[in-house]
């Protein structure tokens, strides 16, 4: 155990090391880390605090979505803002600064996984090729790279994963309990997608623990006061702030959305929203969503535009197949076994039944995912399986066990005329196993990565998330043909900047026609809108989508905006070509339209 836990430390600063090389060198933009994480990290680093809303809404960044990562738990924005403060005498772009919390969680990652991987087969060598079957995954070291909640989750269901296989190995111990408690606490702060190994923990311990009621008692009462210390705070800050009925921020994440989103209410984004169903992606491989699963969970870069090769998908694709192969072999040979009086043992049965728990947690994972992209949101990303990852790894180590072990042993025995020792022929298949492993790794980047990224400029903006803009089309502001005004509208005249809409109270309003303005072509799916504005002071731009039922209030889409010129965008679902209605202000005064254009638009960047 002392050699396993110094080699996580050095397993530790390895990674760590490399991590932060990748995420000073991984371009702005490349990651999704330039707005939303960064905006609460900011936050957090600023004001030494958790924002709570309503009163720091102001402070805050909201995506189109209505969403903000304010109401996300809080881990990794912590750690991230941690570092940024303990590493502040390293001077860099405050998004690299950023990034380091990321590096810090993913090389956590790396050393926990080599822990457990060791204690699981009583070897310094296996415990390795874990580390480096994880640290050097591709999607991984490019989820450590850049600021992101996805590593929190990662790092937190990895630590609870092995607080389990150390239970497993040794048995319940005021140790362990500490290390699952404060495994289950850390989860409760990092994401939902580490919350899914919930299931599994209960299952367990019906299976697999047998202990005294009595102790059983004392075990959990330390372990809950460890649990809130250690993550259930975060909890408790939610029910102090946002009501006791609200600990999860269901409520108040749904009445932010509504406030700030910028699609109606009743659009809907997942498989089922464009009639397909569970059959469709499971059976169907609808929109080939197993391949794009696989491919990004293995390493599909960049917003899915930077793929690896051959040698790095199958490499993983091995490791997955191999995963399988050796539980379907394991289930055989457990039931071969139970039916042999001679060989029946509860050993075997302990093992196959904690193999079993470890494809359970998989497999619920991937449903969980197959259910988020047929209700919620259509996330092709196979980034959300990897906090399962290293139940995946101990499978396939389990099969390079065994018939690695029987490789060896039979080329021993075709060759017994060649003196060499098992023990050297073993240590010749690790090392060529991790040479293996290294060298996959090292021609992704110099094959794939660095040419990728070798023009890039760092300081560009960011490209535009998820959205492709087709036939955009500016309108002529001189043809602009108003249905309807309201009575508020003293005044609409044209110059030369644009239309000016005066106001003489405080919903100054009008109709535009859309049809008329040829238009309708953009009108079905979703648009994207482009208002130019110069006001004499900052006001709110409202647009009205009717959707047969006239204007109300449920389908306005709003922005703010600042004296001075702006050009404020709205992504609107427009089903029916129907007129617009413009707000351009709450309160008497004047604004100028400057342009107006439309484009079709299309979600692209959750696929």
């Known amino acids: 155990m002392r050699n396993t836990l110094l080699g996580s430390v050095v397993i530790f600063v390895v990674f760590f090391a490399y991590y932060l090389a990748t995420g000073t060198h991984l371009p702005r933009g490349a990651g999704p880390d330039y707005r939303a994480h960064n905006d609460i990290v900011n936050f957090i680093h600023s004001h030494k605090r958790l924002p709570v809303l309503a009163q720091d809404e102001e402070q805050l960044h909201f995506t189109a979505y209505g969403g903000t990562r304010a109401l996300r738990p809080p881990l990794s924005y912590v750690v991230s803002a941690a570092m940024v403060t303990f590493t502040s005498y390293w001077e860099a772009p405050r998004t690299v600064m950023y990034r380091r919390g990321s590096a810090f969680l993913a090389a956590l990652t790396v050393a926990v996984t080599f822990y457990a991987v060791g204690v699981f087969f009583h070897s310094i060598w296996y415990g390795f090729a874990g580390a480096l079957l994880f640290g050097l995954l591709p999607q991984f070291t490019f989820i450590a790279s850049y600021n992101n909640d996805d590593v929190g989750a990662i790092f937190t269901a990895t630590l609870l994963l092995a607080s389990l296989i150390t239970i497993y190995k040794w048995g319940l111990s005021w140790l ?6 404060v495994a289950c606490g850390l989860v409760l702060v990092s994401k939902q997608s580490a919350w899914l190994l919930g299931p599994t923990v209960i299952l367990f311990f019906l299976a697999l623990v047998r202990v005294p009621l009595r102790s059983l008692a004392r075990y959990a009462g330390v372990g809950a006061v460890i649990v809130i210390l250690s993550g259930g705070w975060w909890i408790l800050f939610n029910m102090h702030h946002y009501g006791v009925g609200d600990p999860f921020l269901t409520d108040v994440t749904r009445e932010v959305a509504e406030r700030h989103t910028q699609f109606p209410e009743t659009t809907r984004f997942g498989f089922q929203a464009r009639g397909i169903g569970y059959a469709d992606l499971l059976w169907g491989n609808h929109d080939d969503f197993w391949r794009k699963t696989i491919a990004s969970t293995i390493g599909n870069l960049d917003w899915l535009r930077l793929r690896m090769g051959p040698w790095q998908y199958g490499l993983y694709l091995t490791v997955f197949l191999g995963a399988l192969l050796y539980f379907v072999a394991s ?20 093992r196959h039944l904690f193999e079993a728990l470890l494809v359970f947690a998989l497999c619920f994972q991937i449903a969980a995912y197959v259910w988020t ?5 259509i996330q092709m990303q196979g ?16 099969a390079f066990r065994v018939f690695g072990g029987r490789l060896v042993a039979g080329a021993a025995n075709a060759y017994n005329r060649v003196e060499i020792p098992i023990n050297a022929a073993r240590s010749g298949l690790y090392t060529a196993a991790i040479i293996l492993l290294v060298g996959v790794h090292v021609h992704a980047l110099v094959r794939y990565v660095v040419p990728f990224y070798k023009s890039t400029d760092y300081n560009a903006p960011p490209p535009i998330a998820g959205i492709q803009l087709t036939d955009v089309r500016a309108v002529d502001l001189q043809k602009v043909l108003i249905a309807e005004k309201s009575p508020h509208v003293r005044a609409i005249t044209q110059n030369d900047r644009g ?24 009108f079905g799916t979703n648009l994207w809108l482009q208002v130019g504005v110069q006001a004499e002071k900052g006001g709110k731009f409202k647009v009205y989508v009717n959707r047969g039922n006239g204007f109300r209030e449920a389908d306005a889409h709003r922005l703010k905006y600042d004296a001075g010129s702006t050009d404020l965008v709205f992504l609107i679902s427009a089903p029916k070509c129907l007129p617009l209605r413009l707000d351009p202000r709450e309160s008497k005064g004047w604004v100028t339209i400057t342009n107006i254009a439309v484009a079709g638009m299309k979600i692209i960047g959750k696929e």
Do not use: H, M
């Not at 362990?176 to 408690?181: D, I």
């Not at 399986?385 to 101990?394: E, S």
């Not at 000016?500 to 008329?516: A, C, K, R, T, Y």
């Open 499 to 522: 239309v000016v809409i005066q106001s003489s109270g405080v919903d100054p309003w009008f109709v535009l026609d859309v049809e008329e303005a040829g238009l309708c072509a953009y």
């Open 176 to 181: 362990n309990v500490v290390f699952l408690s």
């Open 373 to 377: 992209n047929v209700n919620n949101d």
């Open 331 to 350: 289930t055989v040979e457990a039931v071969w076994r139970s039916c042999s009086v001679r060989l029946r043992t509860t050993v075997v049965w302990r």
């Open 383 to 398: 980034k959300y399986l990897l906090p399962v990852f290293l139940a995946v790894i101990v499978l396939f180590l389990s």
